[in-house]
């Protein structure tokens, strides 16, 4: 699987990006697709999930420092997952990068942690200035 994320770039602080990672792979509509990012000087951390339930339906959690001003969403057809960012502040200034598990039955991964994923992008630089 390889993962292509892009759309970061400079945004004034209380504007919107979106971003998109595509992916390769046959099976995408079953891959738990995340973002993370990781700002100079700290460790990756989670932003948010998007994992496959079955039957079309999917489940999406978030960072508790990103709920209400971003969106995870998916398109399958196009086999791409997006990061809607909006109210941005400084602080979600980072590098971006998204990642891919493909479908396991194991119920009992924890989404929010690096290391449930198999595959990462290369990474898109988000700054927002004050």
């Known amino acids: 699987v390889q993962l292509q994320a892009s759309g970061g770039g400079l945004v004034q602080a209380g504007g919107s990006l979106r971003l998109s990672c595509a992916a390769s792979?046959?099976?995408?509509?079953?891959?738990?697709m995340g973002w993370f990012r990781q700002a100079p000087g700290k460790e990756r951390e989670f932003v948010a999930v998007i994992k496959w339930r079955g039957v079309g339906t999917y489940y999406a959690d978030y960072a508790d420092s990103v709920k209400g001003r971003f969106t995870i969403s998916r398109d399958n057809a196009k086999n791409t997952v997006y990061l809607q960012m909006n109210s941005l502040k400084p602080e979600d200034t980072a590098v971006y990068y998204c990642?891919?598990?493909?479908?396991?039955?194991?119920?009992?991964?924890?989404?929010?942690?690096?290391?449930?994923?198999?595959?990462w992008g290369q990474g898109t630089q988000v700054t927002v200035s004050s």
């Open positions: 990642a891919a598990k493909p479908f396991t039955t194991y119920s009992g991964t924890d989404y929010s942690r690096s290391q449930a994923y198999d595959y």
């Open positions: 792979g046959r099976t995408f509509s079953t891959y738990t």
